[in-house]
């Protein structure tokens, strides 16, 4: 089995001023390539900061985030960035740039590692394609529903052959139908081209599509759920 992801004792404080809030308390967490991990707890459990820590965009306080064989404290800045490029993240608000349309969306990651014109329209083709939306390529992220900018948002995620995805509720604002379409969409992504994939959630309907629930609360994983085996 191949480690991707790997935390211990891991603890993020937030300090507001005086007051110090402990988001993470002591996460061990390892995930292997090929499952599909939900990480279900109620809002304030710490879920989008242990997500952060994860996807190497926040450092944290104490303990271990291990990304592939990489331990995130011992990287610079400009290992760093490298290391992100390789993390395809999903946010809740999609956060797509609006003034783009879809095609040009999924085509930014890859201008940034340099990939050249007509190869980069076909990729960023290809993988709208994937997630169902080839006939909505050229539509603007406010010309489409909710559920079809996560779409563009995943496809995105994917345009640089990451090593895995992490998903910040990536239902959270879109309605239930929409919301079982896009699983199952997320779910062939691990089945079928065997991303690796941590989704966080508070939305227990959703941790059906995982082969493997974790519950986060306060800070601290409570129960790790039966492992199914992902393939
Ligand atoms: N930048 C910050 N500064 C201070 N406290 C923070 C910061 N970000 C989060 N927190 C606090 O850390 C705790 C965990 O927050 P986090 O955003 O990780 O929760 P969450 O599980 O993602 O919640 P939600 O489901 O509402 O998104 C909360 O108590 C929150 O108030
Ligand atoms: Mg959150």
Redesign the pocket.
């Known amino acids: 089995m191949v480690t991707v992801l790997e935390t211990s004792d891991l603890e993020k404080i ?1 300090m ?1 001023g005086n007051v110090s ?1 402990h ?1 993470l308390c002591g996460v061990n967490l390892t995930v292997e390539e090929g499952e599909f991990v939900c990480i279900l ?10 997500l952060n820590m994860l996807g190497a965009l926040d450092i944290p306080s104490h303990g271990l985030v291990k990304i592939g064989k990489q331990d995130v404290r011992t990287l610079n800045d400009y290992e760093l960035a490298v290391l992100r490029r390789k993390i395809g993240i999903v946010f809740q608000f999609f956060n797509l740039i609006d003034r783009l349309n879809a095609l040009e969306n999924v085509e930014l990651p890859l201008s940034i590692v340099n990939i050249k014109g007509s190869e980069r329209k076909e990729r960023a083709k290809s993988l709208l394609e994937l997630v169902g939306l080839k006939d909505r390529i050229l539509h603007n992220p406010s010309q489409l529903s909710g559920g079809e900018r996560q779409r563009v948002a995943i496809a995105r995620a994917l345009a640089n052959n990451p090593d895995f995805l992490l998903m910040d ?1 990536p239902t959270g604002n879109i309605d239930s139908k929409t919301a079982d379409e896009l699983m199952n969409l997320i779910e062939d992504l691990n089945k079928k081209q065997g991303i690796t994939i941590v989704m ?1 959630t ?1 939305d227990q309907s959703m941790t059906k599509y995982a082969t493997r629930v974790i519950n986060l609360l306060d ?1 601290q994983i409570k129960k790790t759920g039966e492992k199914i085996d992902a393939h």
């Open positions: 937030y507001m809030v988001a707890g109620p809002s304030g459990s710490g879920k989008s900061t242990l509720e966080v508070h800070g």
